[in-house]
Each structure stands twice: as structure tokens, then as C-alpha cells.
């Protein structure tokens, strides 16, 4: 059972565009869920965390926009730029103490210039 | 911010014999740290779970004999792979929960196991 689908598996976006993936869940007692970039050979690297007490969260040119209803999430990227080609997981987690991050099967951004 | 450190990030090994690969969260501690494997163009899948002073919880299907983890220590974890063979090549990844709630991993390691 996959508790956090991620769509599209592959983008291509072009230099200055926006960038969206989406995510869904199934586990309400999610409460924690993170986006994370990850390049070739490295481990991943914490984008922007949204908790489910706001609808929308902006740090910079990302976004994340959450719809409890739904059990749905995405990942907005602004002024999408070629250093944005990587591959991005949704995740998500419960705060009970030990529980670990579920992630999504990722999705491969290519921006080009 | 918070710190893991993972050594060696990447380790070439013969075929029936162990690699220890370490995680250290650097300036947290950390009870409980987890460990990922990530095979080619995949995402990454829950190995265990490492809590300091007890037994690690394995997910299912990931065999514990093979993959050892010790959690001795606050700020270390290990993960030996044992008997290594061709099919264990991948990406390992170590994660830990620091006390602001967020998860911090380190930067891999790339096992090849020839």
C-alpha cells in the first residue's frame, strides 16, 4: 500500500516557468509533510515543511499548498531555474516519537535554459 | 542547523564480505535514526529503525541478520551489511530526528559490491 503518491513522476519546465507537483495521501494521521530535493549521488535535502494547521506556506521561490480535505499537498516552484533540475520527494510523517518519513516515488525536474 | 554525518560515502567491497557504514548527528542527539536504501532512479524505502540502547524495528521484508544496526550511542548508528552480494549495491541513507521535530540524513553512501 502506497501511503503518499507522488505525481508527475517526470517535468519539464522552462527556464522562468513554475513548476507544480502534487502529492496525496492516505494516513489522516499524517501531520508533518516535507518536500525534499535530491541530486545525483547525495542525500536528500529538506526544501520547505508544511504542518496541517495552515493551508499554504512560502519560503523563497517555493511554495507548498495543503488542502486537508483533499489529503492532497503539492510543491509550487516560482521562476523555475536550470540549478532546479533535480529529483523532488513529498514525504510525510506522523509526530508520534520514532515514526519515520513515508516518501513518495519522486518526481525528476528538468529546467531548461 | 542540524548535522548528520554518514562515512564512507561510497565503499567498494567483495562479494561474502562486511561493510560498516556510520551515521553521527553532529550536534543534536539523537534517539532514534533511521535507515533508507535507494536503488537507481527510485525513491527511498524504509529499511529499519533505530532506537539508542534497544533493538533496531525492521520493516518488512528487509532481512535483519543481513543488515545489522547498532544505535550504542545518542549520536551514532551503524548499519553493517553482512555477507555482502552484487544485489546489495545501492544507496544507503541514514536519517535522524532532531529536537525541533525535523528529519536530517546524511549524504549517502554508495555501496558496490563486486
Known amino acids: 500500500q502506497q501511503q503518499v503518491k507522488q505525481s508527475p513522476q517526470s517535468l519539464i519546465v522552462q527556464k522562468g516557468g513554475i513548476s507544480i507537483i502534487n502529492c496525496a495521501y492516505e494516513?489522516?494521521?499524517?501531520?508533518?509533510f516535507p518536500w525534499y530535493q535530491q541530486f545525483p549521488g547525495k542525500g536528500p535535502a529538506l526544501l520547505i515543511a508544511?504542518?496541517?494547521?495552515?493551508s499554504e506556506k512560502k519560503e523563497g521561490r517555493f511554495t507548498i499548498s495543503f488542502n486537508k480535505s483533499a489529503k492532497q499537498f503539492s510543491l509550487h516552484i516560482m521562476d523555475s531555474q536550470p540549478g532546479d533540475s533535480a529529483t523532488y520527494f513529498c514525504?510525510?510523517?506522523?509526530?508520534?516519537?520514532?515514526?519515520?518519513?513515508?516518501f513518495g516515488k519522486g518526481t525528476t525536474l528538468s529546467v531548461s535554459s | 542547523g542540524a548535522v548528520v554525518s554518514q562515512h564512507p560515502s561510497w565503499v567498494i567491497c567483495k562479494s561474502g564480505t562486511s561493510v560498516k557504514i556510520e551515521c553521527r548527528s553532529l550536534?543534536?542527539?539523537?534517539?532514534?535514526m533511521f535507515w533508507y536504501r535507494q536503488f537507481p532512479k527510485q525513491s527511498l524505502m524504509l529499511m529499519a529503525t533505530?532506537?539508542?540502547?534497544?533493538?533496531?524495528?525492521?520493516e518488512q521484508g528487509v532481512e535483519k541478520d543481513k543488515f545489522l544496526i547498532n544505535h550504542a550511542s545518542l549520536t551514532l548508528s551503524t548499519l553493517t551489511v553482512t555477507s555482502a552480494h552484487p544485489e546489495d549495491s545501492s544507496f544507503y541513507i541514514c536519517?535522524?530526528?532532531?529536537?525541533?521535530?525535523?528529519?536530517?540524513f546524511g549524504s549517502g553512501t554508495r555501496l558496490t559490491v563486486v
Open positions: 536519517s535522524a530526528r532532531d529536537d525541533n521535530y525535523g528529519y536530517t
Open positions: 494516513n489522516t494521521a499524517f501531520d508533518y
Open positions: 508544511i504542518r496541517p494547521d495552515v
Open positions: 514525504a510525510a510523517s506522523m509526530k508520534v516519537a520514532g515514526t519515520a518519513l513515508i
Open positions: 550536534d543534536f542527539q539523537a534517539t532514534t
Open positions: 533505530s532506537n539508542e540502547g534497544s533493538k533496531a524495528t525492521y
